[in-house]
């Protein structure tokens, strides 16, 4: 299978994925003009629209993209409205058409219904997972965030994590920010900063995420250690790292 990414709004990922047959599925669209070119111009057959969570520059393209392939499939949790879903899906379901054997995994936190969809080895985690950093409580709650979290640490380690919003810059300087002495996080921010500047595309895998994003680290005892709090839980250090950073959020 191939991957495509495309470079949507002020920082959001749009991701096709298509097999051997020119067949493709499109995930999170938060708009339509470039999915459509790409489409177009590669001459491939969307078969499917799938739709991590109900935030609209995750699902606005959608409706365009219905008017040109009436026949695609959209499939989204049921927080999702007037989308003209196919089919709501809940965590553990399976959809298997054509060479895509998706798996559905419910996490929650991003919003209450948000869910990843997992086609080894890639996991579109929309606004859950991103590299260096996680996403925001809106809908959810810190501990549904936290749980979410420890369930992708549970997936392969060369699991490719695609995620909808490229902020990883930010997220490793607010990581350096808490953990100035960790080595690890400021050559990978070195790295990334080259990367933009050459204008590579950022890919990452659970194995990188494990070493970089602190979100994933909050069993650290150097960590903990660092940040003071006291009796200090997994839990605790991820809701306490995660309103620091909803203070620290430039964007």
């Known amino acids: 299978m191939k991957l495509i990414r495309i470079p949507a709004l002020k920082d959001n990922i749009i991701w096709i994925l298509l097999n ?14 470039n999915v459509l070119k790409i489409i177009i111009s590669k001459q491939l057959n969307p078969i499917a629209i799938l739709l991590t969570h109900h ?20 499939f989204g949790p049921k927080e999702i409205l007037n989308q003209k879903i196919t089919k709501y899906v809940n965590n553990d379901d399976k959809l298997n058409f054509d060479n895509f054997n998706i798996k559905v995994i419910s996490l929650p936190g991003h919003t209450l219904g948000h869910v990843a969809f997992y086609q080894p080895p890639y996991l579109f985690s929309g606004d859950v997972l991103f590299s260096g950093g996680c ?31 490229e902020y990883t810059l930010n997220n490793l300087k607010f990581a350096k920010y808490i953990w100035p002495e960790n080595k690890i996080i400021s050559k990978y921010q070195k790295k990334i900063i080259k990367k933009i500047l050459n204008k590579k595309n950022i890919f990452t895998t659970l194995k990188i995420e494990k070493k970089i994003n602190i979100f994933l680290q909050c069993n650290n005892l150097k960590l903990q250690k660092k940040l003071q709090i006291k009796n200090p839980s997994e839990k605790s250090i991820f809701s306490f790292l995660r309103k620091l950073k909803d203070k620290y959020y430039i964007f």
């Open 20 to 33: 051997n047959n020119q067949q493709c599925i499109i995930i999170d669209p938060s708009e339509s003009k």
């Open 55 to 74: 935030h609209s520059d995750h699902v606005n393209g959608v409706i365009n993209i219905l008017n040109i392939f009436p026949k695609i499939l959209i």
């Open 135 to 165: 996403g925001r409580v809106v809908d959810g709650t810190y501990e549904q965030l936290f749980n979410s979290i420890k369930k992708i640490t549970l997936l392969p380690n060369d699991t490719i994590i695609c995620y909808a919003h």
